[in-house]
């Protein structure tokens, strides 16, 4: 039983490549979430689905898009990577009421 | 979502209680306190959650004062392991309903050494 498992762990781009961050959850819950966080800053949400089917913009989207490809997996992809998107992702899904579990983090650097 | 505030950083000695503050002077009937924890390049960990009444779990124990305005997270005997940030967050509780998700602050560093 993984829970929340990220790839890839670590990842190098240069300016202008797209790439995408997978997520997937074997625990079977609804809603699912990304968070990037950076150097002595707290989380801050990207993009979160509800539900298989449904996404909704966090608190910093732009330069990101996500899918829901079904109730397991919710992917993140940046379309054209930029150096401020250094950071470290962190994928999590929900049980129940505001328990999240995270996954291990995805490390972007972005030259 | 009501505000929190939380000291910047903590130490602890190791074998002693720490114990984390957090005030949330807006906080509303209907929202829960909930606290995690973030360990080096890990992903955050939940540890536990209260409305009004204290709580205690495997992990540690909640203390929200009567008028709700702040609470205390107490780890018992605190070890090297348990250093990490620790994020307090007040939200209302959600059951599977569609909602926005957490929202975290900067949290209190706590340091425990030996």
């Known amino acids: 039983n993984a829970g929340v498992t990220q790839t890839p762990k670590f990842q190098v781009l240069k300016t202008g490549q797209s790439m995408t961050l997978q997520c997937a959850q074997d625990m079977n819950h609804n809603s699912m979430y990304w968070y990037r966080q950076d150097p002595g800053m707290g989380l801050r949400l990207i993009y979160y689905?509800?539900?298989?089917?449904?996404?909704d913009k966090g608190e910093v989207p732009n330069g990101y898009n996500v899918s829901r490809l079904n109730k397991r997996e919710f992917s993140l992809r940046l379309e054209s990577a930029a150096p401020s998107q250094t950071s470290v992702y962190f994928c999590a899904c929900r049980f129940g009421a505001n328990v999240l579990t995270f996954g291990a983090g995805s490390r972007l650097t972005v030259l | 979502d009501a505000k929190t505030t939380q000291p910047t950083s903590m130490d602890c000695a190791e074998g002693r209680a720490a114990n984390l503050p957090c005030n949330h002077s807006t906080i509303s009937g209907n929202e829960y306190v909930y606290w995690y924890r973030q360990i080096h390049s890990q992903g955050p960990q939940y540890i536990i959650h209260g409305l009004k009444n204290n709580e205690t779990n495997e992990m540690a124990s909640l203390i929200i004062t009567e008028d709700r305005k702040s609470s205390t997270l107490i780890l018992p005997h605190a070890t090297l392991r348990d250093t990490a940030v620790y994020y307090c967050?007040?939200?209302?509780?959600?059951?599977?309903?569609?909602?926005?998700?957490?929202?975290f602050g900067k949290g209190t560093t706590l340091s425990v050494s030996s």
């Open positions: 689905s509800a539900s298989e089917g449904t996404t």
């Open positions: 967050i007040v939200r209302v509780r959600r059951g599977n309903q569609a909602g926005t998700a957490l929202i």
